[in-house]
């Protein structure tokens, strides 16, 4: 297992995250323990949750599997908020109100005196900036979190965030979670660039774009039942697309030529792109932690990875995560002001 600086922080973490949202819906408790203590002893030292994950529930399987296993101080923990926690007009957002208490409630949930890496899970952009990073130096300067991270937030509010740390000396923004993997590519037009610039960390979600890279849909076939895409329509859907169909028929070859699958060659790929301090892998089972795990060696040639840039070229995608999950907001903040709000 590779380590890598977070951002220009002097904090290393692995070069794969753990990702936690499947626990407490398809993952049970018991699964859930396994599966960290597995990675821990793996060599993982970076794990992600949510207060939105099952409404707390992610963060109370991940405390007290950290409690029983003893091994917390041995963790870099991440956890998010603003997306909603409840239905009342103050249960979501960015402000003073809700991060306060979204981050007492977590601290209580994960069974810690501190939250490592905090991020903004989605843009509020309703709440005024310099009231977020005020309430977020608070929380620093509390101890409550020791550093500050985004998550799908567009380039022009990270920048804005830095504005403020340089201002008015507010936390820095250490890391950023955007949507990449090869279905995906859309942060390489500017956010990565942005990141490597400003010391921004790159902690990046949807390796297998929800399973459209996990070889289990293919051209011409029939879709398999019981899945996420199973009633999918490509010719409405914008994530399961024709082009993302076919990528994946020029994207097999590729790994079979390697001996591997298509999932191992996904992994793989995010493991060596440039600014990217890691990704996020998100086991529902132990074997798939097992299999993610098995990618942390594979290397590629130049003429490997020259063959994935002719099938996915940098910067394009042929399925829509990065723009939906970050600018669509912004756009719809203008055409719809009515309902401005950027957070779910």
Known sequence: MEYRQLGRTGTRVSQLCLGTMNFGSVTDEPTAKQIINEALDA???????ADCYQRGVSEEFTGRALRE??????????????????DGQ????????????????????????????FYLHVVDITTPMDEIFDQLDILVKQGKILYVG???????????????HEKYGCPRIVAEQPPYQLCDRGIEMELVWTCMRHGIGLVTWGPLAYGLLS??????????????????????NKRFTHEALELVEKLIPIA???????????????????G????????????????????VD??????ELDAIDEAIPPGTWVSDFYFGNTYAHMVRSINHPENPTGYY
């Open 150 to 164: 985004t998550s799908k937030w567009p380039v022009p509010l990270i920048m804005e965030g830095l504005a403020m």
């Open 256 to 274: 079979e030529s390697k001996n591997i699958d298509l999932p191992a060659l996904a992994h793989a790929w995010l493991q060596h792109r440039p």
């Open 215 to 236: 070889g289990m849909y293919r051209k011409g076939q029939p879709l398999p039942e019981g899945h996420r895409w199973s009633s999918a329509d490509p010719d409405s």
């Open 90 to 117: 103050n249960d979501r957002g960015a402000s003073r109100y809700h991060l306060s208490r979204a981050v007492e409630n977590s601290l209580k949930r994960l069974q810690t005196e501190r939250i490592d890496l």
């Open 298 to 303: 594979i290397t590629f040639t130049q003429d």
């Open 69 to 86: 296993n003893g091994k917390r101080d041995d963790v870099v923990l991440a956890t998010k908020a603003v997306a909603g926690m409840g």
């Open 43 to 49: 060599g993982i030292n970076f794990i992600d949750t």
């Open 276 to 295: 990217i301090t890691c990704p996020i892998v998100g086991p529902r089972t132990i074997e798939h932690l097992r299999a993610a795990l098995a990618t």
